[in-house]
């Protein structure tokens, strides 16, 4: 009780001076740990030596609540057409220059069955014929700063050898929120290609990729603990990994509860999770798809 009140009144009052907050004085809260507040720039510098450690410690434990949060889903999300969740392999969907929309392999599928191929699936624009066509139509999304556009814009750069261009790129799409691009970035800083080589930067865009549902970003900062030593914490990311889809993951809890770092009750739900996932990714035309592209090939 005591220390709830003793939060409290750091709330109310400059955890400094002590004065109380009123319609002419605003308090403002400390931006790290958000557990205190201060009249002014004055008394928030006069009190950080005595503030320092527990704001490190309240601002890691605030960073950890949002890190270790279950997405609701992957970072695809649903086929826009068909509102069943996406497949975890990009190759399994399509991304529309037109419209911009990522369709399912198969809407795409049935979408050339219905002999309009021709057609978006989406948005029934006439699709691009050529190449030229397809980059023409991208670079006109990229320009309206969509989001998607954008990061695939990076994926070209990057494929033909532009680094700095796709770095760019990847940047421009991290600041319109998508989430692959962090994931990008992450791997860029890490290697030091067309970027600086920054572990800092790389460990923050592994995050951020990781938090926005992305189940490989995830995998990797579980290996990244465990390099450490910190295994409580990999387990934590491979459940997480592993209830978005991810086979690897699973696999590395299965290694992880052979050597004890996991729970059979933890270990048991990590596998309904995942298994969830995989038939929540499952339907009659994407069944259809795959059987004729195994014909083809």
Same mark, same amino acid.
């Given at each position: 009780?005591?220390?709830?009140?003793?939060?409290?009144?750091?709330?109310?009052?400059?955890?400094?001076?002590?004065?109380?907050?009123? &319609?002419?004085?605003?308090?403002?809260?400390?931006?790290?740990?958000?557990?205190?507040? *201060?009249?002014?720039?004055?008394?928030?510098?006069?009190?950080?030596?005595?503030?320092?450690?527990?704001?490190?410690?309240?601002?890691?434990?605030?960073?950890?609540?949002?890190?270790?949060?279950?997405?609701?889903?992957?970072?695809?999300?649903?086929?826009?057409?068909?509102?069943?969740?996406?497949?975890?392999? &990009?190759?399994k969907s399509f991304m529309m220059t037109c419209c911009g929309?990522?369709?399912?392999?198969?809407?795409? *599928?049935?979408?050339?069955?219905?002999?309009?191929?021709?057609?978006?699936?989406?948005?029934?624009?006439?699709?691009?014929?050529?190449?030229?066509?397809?980059?023409?139509?991208?670079?006109?999304?990229?320009?309206?700063?969509?989001?998607?556009?954008? *990061?695939?814009?990076?994926?070209?750069?990057?494929?033909?050898?532009?680094?700095?261009?796709?770095?760019a790129y990847f940047t421009k799409a991290v600041g319109l929120?998508?989430?692959?691009?962090? *994931?990008?970035?992450?791997?860029?800083?890490?290697?030091?290609?067309?970027?600086?080589? &920054?572990?800092?930067?790389?460990?923050?865009?592994?995050?951020?990729?990781?938090?926005?549902?992305?189940?490989?970003?995830?995998?990797?900062?579980?290996?990244?603990?465990w390099k450490s030593g910190r295994t409580e914490r990999t387990?934590?990311?491979?459940?997480?990994?592993?209830?978005?889809?991810?086979?690897?993951?699973?696999?590395?809890?299965?290694?992880?509860?052979?050597?004890?770092?996991?729970?059979?009750? &933890?270990?048991?739900?990590?596998?309904?999770?995942?298994?969830?996932?995989?038939?929540?990714?499952?339907?009659?035309?994407?069944?259809?798809?795959?059987?004729?592209?195994?014909?083809?090939?």
């Open positions: 009780m005591s220390t709830n009140l003793e939060e409290a009144r750091h709330m109310m009052c400059c955890a400094a001076c002590g004065i109380a907050g009123a &319609d002419d004085i605003k308090l403002k809260k400390c931006t790290a740990c958000k557990s205190v507040r *201060y009249c002014g720039v004055k008394c928030q510098k006069e009190h950080r030596p005595k503030h320092k450690r527990e704001c490190k410690r309240r601002a890691a434990e605030l960073r950890d609540e949002i890190l270790f949060k279950q997405p609701e889903s992957h970072l695809h999300g649903d086929c826009p057409i068909c509102c069943i969740l996406l497949e975890l392999d &990009d190759r929309k990522t369709i399912c392999g198969g809407c795409a *599928y049935a979408n050339q069955m219905r002999k309009a191929k021709h057609l978006c699936p989406f948005c029934r624009q006439p699709a691009a014929d050529t190449d030229e066509e397809v980059k023409q139509l991208l670079m006109r999304r990229v320009e309206a700063n969509d989001p998607a556009a954008t *990061y695939q814009a990076g994926v070209i750069c990057s494929k033909e050898g532009d680094y700095k261009g796709a770095a929120g998508d989430i692959s691009a962090h *994931y990008e970035l992450s791997g860029m800083y890490n290697e030091g290609v067309g970027v600086e080589r &920054d572990e800092k930067k790389h460990l923050h865009h592994l995050e951020q990729a990781a938090i926005g549902g992305h189940p490989l970003a995830r995998h990797n900062l579980g290996y990244v603990e387990v934590k990311h491979f459940i997480i990994a592993a209830k978005l889809g991810l086979d690897e993951s699973l696999e590395s809890l299965k290694k992880c509860y052979g050597m004890g770092f996991i729970s059979k009750e &933890d270990f048991a739900a990590a596998l309904r999770g995942h298994q969830a996932t995989v038939d929540a990714m499952k339907s009659p035309h994407r069944d259809k798809a795959k059987a004729a592209l195994r014909v083809k090939g």
